[in-house]
């Protein structure tokens, strides 16, 4: 039997305004005329280059963040944010011992495989094939 999701259940966001996709013409605009001053500017000296690289870039920020895509990854940065301040973080000892844990169980399946090779290549190479001797 296939399964087909209910699609009216289902959301997709891709209509955007005419304004909306404008702005981010214009935030596009604004880094490339950021990074085309920065080169053209190479012999007014490094102040007048970064200068109007961190201008065109910040401004290229502002008018991408009024955006509608803008609006939705600062929301998404606020709940991300948010969610950070839910996790429990482990304290110094648990996170120690955590690593010794790991460390030992690294340690032993190398001791394992590198026992079990061993075991494999005598049994093949001196039992069955007689190769060694």
Known sequence: MEFL???????????????????????GLLVVAALAAFYLLGGQGSLAQWGSLIAGLVLAAVVFLTSESGKRLLAFGRDAWREMKKVVWPTRKEAMQTTAFVFAFAVAMALF?????KVLEWALYDLILGWRR
């Open 113 to 117: 495989l590198w026992l079990t090779d």
């Open 5 to 27: 999701p209910n699609m009216a259940s289902t959301q997709v966001e891709t209509v955007s305004t005419g304004a909306d996709k404008a702005r981010l013409a214009v935030a």
